[in-house]
């Protein structure tokens, strides 16, 4: 059974990638100091640890907040 849903936004979903171009010099290390891993979301505007569906792509697996964007990335974006 999903989780009750606590706040429900309209997001826009990026590609989340951590390949040494498109990060700092520890790409595999998030934001959050958790390795890289299956099921993480990068956004800048909910903290570390958030729970959070993306039923449209994801169905009801839940995924974690655990990175961050580049700072001109809006609050409503996701990787």
Do not use: C
């Not at 999903?2 to 498109?22: G, L, W």
């Not at 010099?25 to 979301?41: C, E, K």
């Not at 995924?63 to 609050?75: F, G, I, N, P, T």
């Amino acid at each position: 059974m999903p989780p009750d849903i606590s706040q429900k936004m309209v997001v826009v979903v990026t590609a989340y990638s951590s390949t040494p171009e498109e990060t700092d010099d520890t790409p595999f290390v998030t934001a959050a100091n958790t390795l890289v891993h299956s099921g993480i979301i990068a956004n800048n505007g909910l903290p570390f640890g958030t729970r959070v569906r993306l039923p449209e792509i994801f169905g009801d697996r839940v995924l974690e907040v655990e990175d961050r964007m580049h700072w001109r990335k809006a609050d409503n974006q996701v990787d």
